[in-house]
């Protein structure tokens, strides 16, 4: 069946958002040309700007490869979605937990106990 020939639901139809025609296509022209015309070069050149995407996280994670214990992992896995995050969350209580008990050493500090 030729596209003439097709019936249309009327459900389907969107007379706010017709079916470009190729006339329509013939008369398309880039957003940088139209956004200049109808806000000025400066408002269009922010406009086009490339956005960069996600900002940068104050504090992004680390990437890491580690292996835990299969019934560690299944236990986490089990909670559902968001399973990696409680792992962290769990860490990092058990990193407060530890620092309330004992002082934690510094960083490359050496045991002066010989």
Same mark, same amino acid.
């Not at 995050?85 to 002066?112: H, N, Y």
């Given at each position: 069946?030729?596209?003439?020939n097709?019936?249309?639901?009327p459900?389907?139809?969107?007379?706010?958002?017709?079916?470009?025609?190729?006339?329509?296509?013939?008369?398309?022209?880039?957003?940088?040309?139209? *956004? /200049?015309?109808?806000?000025?070069?400066?408002?269009?050149?922010e406009?086009? +700007?490339?956005? @960069?995407?996600?900002? %940068?996280? =104050?504090?992004?994670?680390?990437l890491?490869?580690?292996?835990?214990?299969?019934?560690?992992?299944a236990?986490?896995?089990?909670?559902?979605e968001?399973?990696?995050?409680?792992?962290?969350?769990? *860490? /990092?209580e058990?990193?407060?937990?530890?620092?309330?008990?004992r002082?934690? +050493?510094?960083? @490359?500090?050496?045991? %002066?106990a =010989?």
């Amino acid at each position: 069946m030729d596209k003439k020939n097709r019936r249309v639901d009327p459900e389907l139809v969107d007379d706010d958002n017709p079916e470009l025609t190729d006339e329509m296509v013939a008369r398309a022209r880039p957003a940088r040309e139209v *956004l /200049r015309e109808q806000f000025g070069e400066a408002v269009a050149a922010e406009m086009l +700007k490339p956005k @960069g995407g996600r900002p %940068k996280s =104050a504090a992004p994670k680390v990437l890491l490869s580690v292996r835990y214990s299969p019934d560690v992992i299944a236990h986490f896995r089990a909670t559902g979605e968001g399973w990696q995050a409680r792992m962290d969350s769990a *860490l /990092r209580e058990w990193i407060d937990a530890q620092s309330k008990q004992r002082p934690r +050493k510094k960083a @490359g500090a050496k045991d %002066k106990a =010989a």
